[in-house]
Structure formats: C-alpha cells, structure tokens
C-alpha cells in the first residue's frame, strides 16, 4: 500500500487536471466561436465527458488525501480519516471543488447552454470557481490559508487551462470542423479570437511560473540560511 496510493494519486490529480483542462478549452471554444454553432454537438459530448471524469475522480482524490494525511497504511484508515481531512485547508477545498461539478454536469446537459454568449459565460464561472478552489490545495497552500501564493496560482491554473485546453479543443474538434463546412470569414475570427486569448494566458503561465519557482527556491534558501546561522553558533 505503501507504493501504491502516492502511484494513484499521480494518476488522479494528471486526470483532474487533463479533465478540467480541456473543459475550459470546451468552454472557451465555443465563446470565440461566436454565432458559429456547428460544434456544439462535439463540445457537448466534451463537456459531459469531462465533467463525469471530474465527478468519479475528485472523490478518488479526497480519498487519496485521507491516506496522505495518515501515512498511506491501508483504505479502512483512510475511510477513517474522512471527518478530520474534510476539517482541514486542503479538504475544505476539494469539498468545495467537489461542489461545482455536479453543476458543470448540469449545465452540460442543458439544452441551450452553448447557444447563447451568456449560458456559455455562467459554464466559464462555474469552470473559474473549481479552478479557484483547486488552488487553494496542494504546494501552493504550504504558506498558509487563502495566501498570495494561492492567489498566483489560481492564475496559474486558470492561464494553463485556457493555453493549454484551448489549443487542444481547437486542434482536435473546433478547426475540423470549421475547415470542413465553415466560411473563411468564420474561420479568420476564430483563429484571431483564439490567438489573442491564448498569447496572454501564455504570459501569464511564464510570469506565474516564475513567482511560483522564486517562491518555492526562496523557501528551501531561507530554511538553509536558517539552519546554517543555527550551525554557525554552535
């Protein structure tokens, strides 16, 4: 058991973050599609697909934790120490990340929630709000709760998930379909409108990731000047 829960949890936080990712890009597809509606039907299925992955896995991942917090013994101590993680910084917020999905799900299912700018708009708050509780668990949280260390990354999060989740949807599903039945004009703003959006959240990942290098290399220094002054005056 020792090996196998850090191996799984691995495993389900690539998931979570491949699932979440390409939901924003499902998301974002479609807003810079404008009055295009020919891929809604693909972005449908993507959205439900995703958000169904989320569903089974964050539960998984709260699980996970729970082994985490009592030393990776066996699932039966896991299960025990549910109540004490969900009181926790870390379970607070997957609980609470746990909480959007299901509305994420909803939505998908919603006839007319990829039809109109605004429906498409409250499915990005709703990506935005798990995004948000995502942060607030993991390396980021190790300086403490709702930090600005959280806040970066929430931004770093949310820029790799319209980089990195709109190029994919865009390459494997939205371009494929417009080059097959869209005008030209159609396929010119979208192809603005995506490059625009992704060149920024590209910055944003770059200048994020910095901080959160700066941050992570500050602490390990401060610890060992800490621990070297200490050794100094011995």
Not at 95 to 115: A, N, R
Not at 127 to 145: K, T, Y
Request: with cysteine; glycine share 10%; aromatic share 10%.
């Amino acid at each position: 058991m020792l090996t196998l829960f850090p191996t799984m949890r691995i495993y389900a936080d690539a998931l979570c973050d491949i699932a979440y990712t390409a939901l924003a890009g499902a998301l974002l597809n479609r807003l810079w599609l404008g009055r295009v509606s020919i891929c809604d039907r693909p972005l449908r299925i993507s959205l439900i697909a995703c958000s169904a992955i989320l569903l089974v896995d964050l539960p998984l991942q709260f699980l996970l934790l729970s082994a985490s917090m009592i030393g990776d013994t066996s699932w039966r101590d896991a299960w025990g120490a549910v109540l004490d993680v969900g009181a926790t910084h870390s379970g607070r917020a997957v609980i609470m990340g746990f909480c959007f999905v299901p509305c994420l799900l909803l939505f998908s299912f919603l006839p007319t929630s990829l039809k109109r700018t605004k429906s498409v708009l409250i499915g990005i708050a709703l990506e935005v709000g798990f995004i948000a509780c995502r942060a607030l668990h993991g390396h980021a949280a190790s300086n403490g709760d709702f930090t600005l260390r959280e806040g970066i990354q929430f931004l770093h999060l949310s820029a790799i998930a319209t980089w990195g989740g709109g190029i994919l949807v865009a390459g494997l599903i939205t371009i494929p379909y417009l080059a097959s039945i869209a005008e030209l004009g159609d396929i010119v703003q979208f192809g603005k409108r995506l490059s625009e959006t992704v060149t920024i959240a590209l910055a944003v990942v770059i200048l994020s990731g910095i901080y959160n290098s700066w941050e992570g290399l500050g602490g390990r220094f401060r610890r060992y000047q800490i621990r070297l002054g200490d050794a100094c005056c011995y």
